[in-house]
């Protein structure tokens, strides 16, 4: 309680005062939210995923690379993976994702988020390993972790519930946020990604939840053709994808997140940079 240490990070002491004065000015995330447009040339993404799964390597998609781009930028770029809690600044001690997954693709199906931990050193075959294992779990006809939990809140009386939150910051400020909350609940996360383009949709800004301290939500479009000037200022049509962000602006400034973004971007337009030896890839063009 007193060292300012949590389950899931390690408070952020050596930081500008402005920035660790800012959960001051600004308490909810929702106060603290910004806004990052994305648009990513895919054309080369789509190669590389034609020539992977031509050959005897386990199937790839686009939202393996882009889960592999995530993880490879909160590797190199660690400011972008901390967190507020009870109005302080924490670097989160591991790496992880929230994937929001239908569970099918009708009108009446069910919504859920699943989370899964990265190694900051995973190559393409690992994340895709660790990203499938996670969306079939959510898929699966049984109730996620915390499904069972939301299930488990609504037996208890209604005058009760609203108070569930309060207690949550209460915990967060005076430090006492128990391990399992963190450890389970996928609003307890680096970052959420919602891949809409998957269904036929195009990307949102979406919200952040104040509960947990989940601090950057993605949501990833669909593929479009668009007009693109490339390297010698010709224009071209090409497939494009739009990512929308939303950033707890707390956690750091809007130029390390800028710069992230590119770095992303730079990993998802070219994913043989995210080849390990191991992933045995195709490499580049």
């Known amino acids: 309680m007193f060292s300012g240490e949590r389950p899931d990070g390690r408070r952020v002491r050596k930081a500008p005062k402005v920035r660790l004065f800012m959960p001051y000015l600004l308490p909810r995330r929702g106060d603290a939210a910004v806004f990052f447009e994305q648009k990513i040339d895919i054309s080369k993404t789509l190669d590389y995923l034609e020539r992977w799964n031509n050959g005897t390597r ?55 988020v699943v989370k899964q931990t990265f190694e900051p050193d995973d190559g393409i075959v690992q994340v895709r390993a660790r990203t499938e294992e996670i969306v079939s779990n959510g898929r699966a006809p049984a109730k996620t972790s915390s499904e069972r939990e939301v299930s488990l809140l609504f037996r208890l009386p209604r005058w009760l519930i609203p108070l569930l939150p309060r207690l949550q910051k209460l915990g967060d400020w005076l430090n006492i946020t128990p391990a399992s909350l963190p450890r389970n609940d996928p609003l307890y996360a680096s970052a959420m990604i919602s891949h809409l383009g998957s269904i036929g949709l195009d990307s949102a800004y979406h919200h952040l939840y104040e509960h947990g301290t989940l601090p950057i939500f993605a949501v990833i479009g669909k593929a479009r053709d668009e007009a693109v000037v490339t390297e010698r200022r010709q224009i071209e049509i090409r497939p494009v994808v739009t990512v929308r962000y939303t950033l707890d602006e707390r956690i750091v400034d809007g130029y390390y997140a800028a710069r992230s973004l590119d770095l992303l971007q730079d990993f998802v337009e070219n994913p043989w940079l995210l080849e390990r030896p191991e992933d045995e890839g195709p490499g580049p063009l």
């Open 58 to 112: 386990p199937p790839l998609r686009l939202f393996h690379i882009y889960v592999a781009a995530g993880v490879r930028v909160m590797a190199e770029r660690p400011r972008l993976n901390r967190f507020i809690a009870g109005r302080r600044l924490y670097q989160r001690d591991d790496i992880a994702i929230s994937i929001s997954v239908l569970k099918a693709r009708d009108d009446d199906a069910k919504l859920t």
